[in-house]
């Protein structure tokens, strides 16, 4: 008969922890052989046991589980680790992973999956709570919206945010030094760019875009060019 998996147990709820334990260890391929209620302590015993598998909270006194989890997989490479928490935030879980978890189970897990979860991680499979899964490549795949903003040049944006403040071409092109046929140019560029059928549509989608509403920097005078442009 092969040795049974070797489980470490981090959690700072005692019923909980001995609930696990208890579950864990009523199974022959099976064994808690030490429990703990902090990161800290977690860290120590894995280095000095190395169980097959830490089986860690996420939130414990001092470091918690996700520092832990970093610890243990720079320290003991081979030993898999399971996060076992309430947390169904997906910065938790890509921050555990990102620590070198294997896996992601919440506490609702049922006593039969976790164990069985317990032993697939063991064996080198990956596991994360499917909901959970789900939810993070929905949001994944969903397309990340266009930043208009993004496309305007350094001198566009000074001419949308004085537009903002309401100034019209010959008042954008004194603040800026620019010749006032320059600053339509510019204009008409900003509102292709954001895709705006006037001055003040484009005003809007700048500022609901996250223009800072502030006036533009002075400029400094330029030499004048032969058609006008400084």
């Known amino acids: 008969m092969p040795d049974p998996i070797r489980i470490l147990l981090a959690d700072d709820h005692p019923m909980f922890r001995e609930g696990v334990a208890h579950s864990l260890g009523n199974e022959p391929d099976l064994e808690v052989v030490a429990q703990t209620a902090s990161g800290e302590e977690a860290v120590e015993l894995a280095r000095r046991l190395t169980p097959d598998v830490a089986l860690l909270d996420i939130t414990m006194p001092g470091i918690g589980g996700i520092a832990a989890a970093a610890q243990i997989a720079a320290s003991v490479p081979r030993m898999r680790i399971l996060m076992l928490t309430v947390s169904e935030d997906k910065d938790n879980l890509l921050a555990a992973l ?6 992601y189970a919440l506490k609702g897990t049922s006593a039969s999956e976790l164990r069985a979860i317990v032993r697939r991680v063991a064996g080198g499979e990956a596991f994360v709570t499917p909901a959970l899964a789900t939810r993070l490549l929905v949001e994944f795949s969903r397309p990340q919206e266009r930043d ?29 030094h620019l010749a006032e046929k ?21 005003a809007l989608i700048a500022v609901g875009h996250g223009l800072p509403m502030r006036a533009a920097p002075e400029a400094t005078p330029a030499k004048q060019h032969p058609n006008g442009e400084r």
């Open 182 to 202: 320059t600053v339509k140019h510019y204009v008409t560029g900003i509102l292709q760019k954001l895709h705006a059928r006037s001055r003040t549509e484009a």
């Open 98 to 103: 990102k620590a070198g978890a294997h896996g």
């Open 148 to 176: 208009p903003l993004s496309e305007l040049t350094a001198r566009e944006h000074d001419v949308i945010r004085l537009i903002s403040l309401g100034s019209s071409n010959r008042e954008i092109a004194e603040r800026l």
